[in-house]
């Protein structure tokens, strides 16, 4: 089992360290951005849940690489979670994975299989929360549909926690999604700045 959510949100109450670890593909390392060690959501994320509750010891790092899909990233467990395992690990992966045609019924078993080893890499110390991949400009608004409803089926079955930054961006509508793009898959600063923004709000409900 995984760790429950709300035990890393008391963690933040009690103003105790906490270590926080994004894992992905290109749109959570940052690619498009000019400077994505500082603007990828990861890190705007740190800055706000530090301002938010008041003291520094709260830690966010990205660890996501461009092009990975979930093969690679259930490959890179040893290498991608430290043995200290981090309080909370937030997952957003499928790009590529649609990219490679993979059916909805593989990404969901690759998900599935992703989540178990990482209860078992870190014996159930970490609490994980899920993010369906986010839509792509024009015709790559709806690309991404089957993925998110996999996800949302998975957290529903499994009991894991859902910010469902998806829906948080199709519902902006097709132009004003563009808006905050840097192309068609990767968001520019004001979109890191929105996931980020989305996860303290569902953190702190």
Not at 30 to 58: C, M
Not at 87 to 107: Q, R, V
Not at 170 to 195: C, F, N, S
Request: net charge neutral; charged share 25%.
């Amino acid at each position: 089992a995984l760790k429950n959510l709300n035990e890393v949100v008391k963690l933040f109450s009690e103003k105790k360290p906490v270590h926080i670890l994004c894992l992905g593909d290109s749109i959570t390392a940052g690619t498009s951005l000019a400077n994505p060690d500082e603007q990828r959501y990861a890190k705007v994320l740190e800055g706000l849940l530090r301002k938010k509750f008041e003291y520094e010891a709260i830690t966010v790092e990205s660890k996501a690489v461009g092009g990975a899909q979930g093969n690679d990233l259930r490959l890179w467990i040893d290498r991608d979670i430290p043995v200290e395992a981090p309080d909370l690990i937030i997952i957003m992966y499928g790009y590529n994975d649609k990219s490679w045609a993979y059916p909805k019924e593989y990404y969901s078993y690759s998900l599935n299989d992703y989540l178990d080893r990482i209860a078992r890499k870190t014996n159930g110390a970490t609490a994980v929360l899920m993010m369906p991949p986010i839509p792509g400009c024009d015709a790559r608004f709806f690309m991404m549909d089957d993925y998110a409803d996999a996800v949302r089926a998975i957290c529903k079955n499994r009991n894991i926690p859902l910010c469902d930054i998806n829906k948080v961006f199709k519902d902006l509508g097709r132009e004003a999604m563009k808006k905050i793009m840097a192309d068609a898959a990767h968001p520019d600063p004001r979109g890191h700045a929105l996931i980020a923004n989305t996860i303290v709000e569902y953190l702190t409900k």
